[in-house]
């Protein structure tokens, strides 16, 4: 081992001048520095690991998810179910597997393969999967499911998780009117599904309504919950061309306001507004997008929060830690369980004082949560 | 002839090298295929963060990183084995024996539309369009499925042959440019792919039309009417259902028809030498459009496959990639019938395959470079020939020098 130890002896680099470079060499450096390190680790020196033992002990449960059309890291729906499952596996110490589905035909196969891989419980990711968990359920009544945003027909062994999106987005959409300097907001979806257009009523509902408590015509564009007609991009794909040009659309209508409802499409909606040379702001769904993608942070003005990732770890925590037994009956976060929440105000430049506008929001808040406030009109 | 310009010399070197691509030899398949698996071996090796992690002290320990691809690769390609062939870690032999059912059910519309692109293939076109051709194909049989009410049976008869009719229609069209206007082929099937599936949103949209009964302004029908679905072949624990006996059925008739008849004899010959074929007073503008028409047809199965084997309802892309790996099937089969036959079930196979994959954490797109790697193993010699200019080697595999020295041996004997 003695040749071994002569090729892995480090080599130093010393970057006392590196204030004074330029850029340009300050790169090619870091470059070379780089290649050292990664040379480094190429030539395999590092010092072999002694057996480690984890911070959390494993314990004897296995559970599963399989996504919706898109991955696990798309910044929106499919990420917030696979957090709560990565942190299930850090804190609880249990096992998990995962399957990403790319189209409607992976998804039976994809539940098919948890199955088979004796999985104690596998999360379906999504709506679209609500035909294909109903089935496996049926078929496979010892197995426990839960779906995420979809419904059970009747099998006990599968648990849904529903979401009363409307309250959070009646509040932004209430923030949005307040927002916006030419009382035109926007809306989009992703496609026209329940789990989508919830979102898009409450927030058509909220803007309205601070329209009424201020005497001031406020017009949504985008979704017109009494006809349930309004701008759906077809698929949740993330930032597409049509994303695009339904937001330019809608800010030529003179939105400056934007909730687009269908995953990442904040990349789509930043660039519309940034072309169109406005001051617009949008309103993130499912995570504090403000936080999780900091990239869009400066157009961001609250996110409606959808917190599956909690609703998921709970879920889990409950049946592999505390024993409880599994059951089928619905899960639904409200503003009430925290399930659902309106994410910290972020550049906020309305005409309405945002301290008078905040406590206006919590009393909707509260009267959503008594049921004095219907967020659905 | 003495005076032939270059540029006609560079066409033919571009055919001669499209020829050989299409209609390379079963061996070259079969060392494509294991070198694909190869290079997917290093890429399930390559993306294996325990590997990697103990690369970092490969000198220290080499045993480690040796262990973890080793694992990688074993258990990679056991996992695909499970997935697709037999699952010997299941609890019955119901469950055991569901992933080759599986791989069945997901080789059938390649089979179907590999023959197409490969007929396509054998007359000289190269019919990309196979996913328009599903899609039109799937329109017409959705309207039948779901908007026609007939008794059992006739019901998925009816169904069948409109989506046949469609999508041979479908196919014609483009014959019909290519023979009438000098339209290239693969321009027109790709611009038709986005016109049919423009047509299928916009049906499957509209209330009057196909939409789910009760649906929103999301595009997708209703299921197929129980009627015309095609039947389970294996009881209600397996979703193999009748596709893969088209599939089959169609294999043998593309065997007769491309070999034994005297229509896939004008095929071939149009597809050797167009100008020959027409001195010898063969129609070519004819067997143009015939020819996508039958590619159509053979297409229109797996249209069958995917409109009338569903049980829940169709949304736009329920053409998958059937329709591009189709080519990669027909290119991976020669052409042929047993080798599409034998293509698509390797293809349907990395398609059952792929969740187990999954869930041992592998990466879903391990199985498409694979793919990709095949086709391009099975393309490469001769498209490197001809952009390099390179002669044909004289002898051309070892197997067959040796073979011939072994026989020549016997003979003298």
Not at chain 2, 41 to 54: H, I
Request: glycine share 10%; net charge negative.
């Amino acid at each position: 081992m003695a040749h071994s130890a002569s090729i892995c002896r480090p080599e130093r680099h010393t970057t006392s001048e590196g204030n004074t470079l330029t850029s340009l060499t300050k790169r090619a450096l870091t470059g070379l520095a780089l290649a050292g390190a990664a040379s480094l680790v190429l030539a395999g020196c590092a010092a072999a690991p002694d057996a480690s033992d984890s911070a959390v002990p494993e314990i004897d449960y296995l559970a599963c998810a399989v996504s919706d059309e898109g991955s696990w890291n798309d910044k929106s729906f499919n990420q917030s179910v696979y957090e709560g499952l990565t942190k299930a596996q850090d804190e609880l110490g249990v096992q998990i597997n995962d399957a990403e589905s790319a189209s409607p035909d992976d998804f039976g196969p994809n539940l098919q393969a948890m199955i088979d891989a004796s999985c104690d419980i596998t999360i379906a990711v999504g709506f679209n999967l609500v035909d294909a968990v109903n089935a496996a359920a049926e078929a496979n009544p010892d197995v426990n499911f839960v779906t995420v945003d979809g419904w059970s027909n009747g099998a006990t062994n599968l648990k849904p998780i529903g979401y009363s999106m409307n309250q959070s987005s009646y509040l932004a959409g209430y923030l949005a009117a307040a927002q916006s300097s030419t009382k035109v907001v926007g809306t989009y979806g992703g496609m026209q599904i329940p789990a989508v257009t919830d979102f898009m009523t409450g927030y058509y509902y909220g803007a309205m309504a601070w329209g009424a408590d201020n005497g001031e015509t406020v017009k949504v564009v985008g979704w017109d919950p009494a006809t349930e007609t309004g701008d759906f991009i077809g698929d949740f794909v993330p930032n597409s061309g049509t994303s695009k040009s339904i937001a330019a659309a809608q800010i030529q209508a003179g939105a400056d306001v934007l909730f687009p409802v269908g995953g990442d499409q904040f990349g789509a909606v930043s660039e519309a507004i940034t072309e169109a040379g406005i001051d617009g702001r949008m309103i993130g769904v499912d995570k504090d997008i403000a936080a999780s993608s900091p990239e869009y942070a400066e157009w961001i003005l609250s996110s409606a929060e959808k917190r599956m990732t909690n609703a998921v770890y709970d879920i889990i925590k409950a049946i592999a830690v505390d024993g409880e037994a599994f059951n089928g009956d619905y899960y639904i976060g409200t503003l009430e369980n925290g399930g659902t929440a309106l994410s910290a105000i972020t550049n906020y430049s309305g005409a309405q004082p945002q301290s008078e506008l905040e406590a206006k929001l919590e009393e909707l808040k509260a009267g959503i949560i008594s049921g004095d406030i219907n967020p659905l009109g | 002839m003495t005076t032939t310009p270059k540029a006609v010399k560079a066409d033919a070197r571009w055919s001669i090298a499209a020829k050989e691509i299409v209609s390379g030899g079963a061996f070259r398949a079969f060392l494509s295929v294991l070198l694909g698996f190869v290079v997917g071996a290093l890429f399930m090796v390559g993306s294996n963060e325990e590997f990697l992690k103990a690369l970092s002290y490969f000198t220290a320990r080499p045993t480690d990183a040796l262990t973890a691809g080793w694992g990688a690769i074993a258990d990679g390609y056991a996992a695909l084995f499970r997935g697709s062939i037999y699952n010997y870690n299941a609890d019955n032999l119901v469950a055991a024996l569901r992933p080759i059912t599986e791989t069945l059910r997901f080789a059938a519309p390649l089979i179907a539309a590999g023959l197409g692109v490969a007929l396509a293939f054998r007359v000289g076109l190269f019919n990309i369009g196979a996913s328009g051709q599903i899609l039109f194909g799937a329109l017409a049989a959705t309207a039948v499925s779901t908007r026609v009410e007939l008794p059992w049976g006739i019901h998925l008869v009816v169904a069948a042959v409109t989506a046949i009719i469609a999508s041979a229609a479908y196919g014609a069209l483009v014959g019909f440019l290519k023979a009438r206007t000098g339209a290239h082929e693969v321009i027109v099937t790709i611009m038709l792919n986005y016109i049919a599936a423009g047509l299928l949103t916009f049906a499957f949209r509209q209330e009057s039309l196909l939409r789910e009964t009760g649906g929103g302004g999301t595009p997708k029908s209703d299921a197929p009417a129980e009627t015309a679905q095609l039947p389970l072949l294996l009881g209600d624990s397996y979703m193999l259902h009748a596709g893969i006996v088209l599939a089959l059925v169609a294999v043998v008739i593309y065997w007769w028809l491309m070999e034994r008849s005297t229509i896939g004899y004008r095929f071939r010959m149009v597809g050797h030498n167009a100008d020959a074929a027409r001195t010898a007073g063969i129609n070519v503008e004819l067997t143009f459009v015939a020819a996508m028409a039958v590619s159509g047809a053979f297409v229109g199965l797996a249209a069958i496959n995917q409109a009338l084997g569903a049980r829940a309802g169709l949304t736009p892309d329920i053409d998958g990639s059937i329709g591009f790996d189709a080519i990669t099937v027909a290119l991976l089969g020669s052409s042929t019938a047993p080798g599409v036959l034998l293509a698509g079930l390797l293809f349907g196979a990395f398609k059952a395959g792929a969740p187990s994959m999954q869930v041992i954490g592998l990466s879903p797109e391990v199985t498409g470079v694979v793919q990709g790697f095949i086709v391009l193993f099975i393309a490469a010699p001769p498209l490197i020939r001809a952009i390099f200019r390179l002669p044909a080697p004289q002898k051309t595999t070892v197997v067959a020098d040796w073979w011939a020295r072994l026989t020549r041996k016997k003979a003298a004997k």
